[in-house]
T-cell receptor
Framework: AAGVIQSPRHLIKEKRETATLKCYPIPRHDTVYWYQQGPGQDPQFLISFYEKMQSDKGSIPDRFSAQQFSDYHSELNMSSLELGDSALYFC???????????????FGPGTRLTVL | AQSVTQLDSQVPVFEEAPVELRCNYSSSVSVYLFWYVQYPNQGLQLLLKYLSGSTLVKGINGFEAEFNKSQTSFHLRKPSVHISDTAEYFCAVTAPGEGRRALTFGSGTRLQVQP
């Protein structure tokens, strides 16, 4: 079965540079979530989109922005990168339907961002 | 807001022994509960979930968990572990009643299966 695809899998950037992470959800899934997992930490929710609209916001820095496109893929844009942004970034997708509230999130393999 | 506490950061166990990974949650509304497993350098894989109905939930790889509302717990169990079960296990919660679909994770439990 098709899974969530994230690209790139690894990314190395310098401080103050920008980075763009991409997420391709499971076909027919309409909801995308972004999580950040620092070294030895649990994943922390950043932001989510349902039907191309922002649906929820977590601890996402102002330097980061994201959007969901018409084909439901999502991009996380990160500017003015800091050393502390080094982490594993996960994307998860689900079949949202907020009326039914039974969506289960399926995670991609993650993008490992290293800021030097 | 909801929170999750995983009481054990590491659990060493011998192969073929039973194991229980503990998870307690806190929420003022009804919750959905999940267990995810993360193998080294990999993403998160869903083991099992509790949405409603039977409090005993069976998942993949022989794992099961029991939802206990009075004790606000969702402990994960396996009767006989294998070396391949060595991984990080995360308990997570969502609170659909608050319109919150994003997962709140516990700090994780590292299961180390020894031969």
């Amino acid at each position: 079965a098709a899974g969530v695809i994230q690209s790139p899998r690894h990314l190395i950037k310098e401080k103050r540079e920008t980075a763009t992470l991409k997420c391709y959800p499971i076909p027919r899934h309409d909801t995308v979530y972004w999580y950040q997992q620092g070294p030895g930490q649990d994943p922390q929710f950043l932001i989510s989109f349902y039907e191309k609209m922002q649906s929820d916001k977590g601890s996402i820095p102002d330097r980061f922005s994201a959007q969901q496109f018409s084909d439901y893929h999502s991009e996380l844009n990160m500017s003015s990168l800091e050393l502390g942004d080094s982490a594993l970034y996960f994307c998860a997708s689900s079949l949202g339907n907020y009326l039914k509230s039974t969506d289960t999130q399926y995670f991609g393999p993650g993008t490992r961002l290293t800021v030097l | 807001a909801q929170s999750v506490t995983q009481l054990d950061s590491q659990v060493p166990v011998f192969e073929e022994a039973p194991v229980e990974l503990r998870c307690n949650y806190s929420s003022s509304v009804s919750v959905y509960l999940f267990w995810y497993v993360q193998y080294p350098n990999q993403g998160l894989q869903l083991l099992l979930k509790y949405l409603s109905g039977s409090t005993l939930v069976k998942g993949i790889n022989g794992f099961e968990a029991e939802f206990n509302k009075s004790q606000t717990s969702f402990h994960l169990r396996k009767p006989s572990v294998h070396i391949s079960d060595t991984a990080e296990y995360f308990c997570a919660v969502t609170a659909p009643g608050e319109g919150r679909r994003a997962l709140t994770f516990g700090s994780g439990t590292r299961l180390q299966v020894q031969p």
